[in-house]
């Protein structure tokens, strides 16, 4: 099975120092990949804390 995580964070609060294409570009980057039948996960600003990255990474 192919799987792919895909990871996007915008959000940065307290810094001023957001952005603004990761969490789009993490999910064309998912769907991209399940049409070639990945079984994909993401993670976007608030989820991708370094315990979920690690939990989903296992």
Known sequence: MKRSLHIG???YPG???DLS???NDA????EA???RDFL???LL???A???DMIEAIS
């Open 9 to 11: 964070i915008n959000e």
């Open 15 to 17: 810094t001023g120092s």
């Open 21 to 23: 294409g990761c969490v």
């Open 27 to 30: 999910d064309d980057w998912r």
């Open 33 to 35: 990949l399940e049409k």
């Open 40 to 42: 994909t996960t993401s």
């Open 45 to 47: 600003n608030g989820e």
């Open 49 to 51: 804390k370094k315990s």
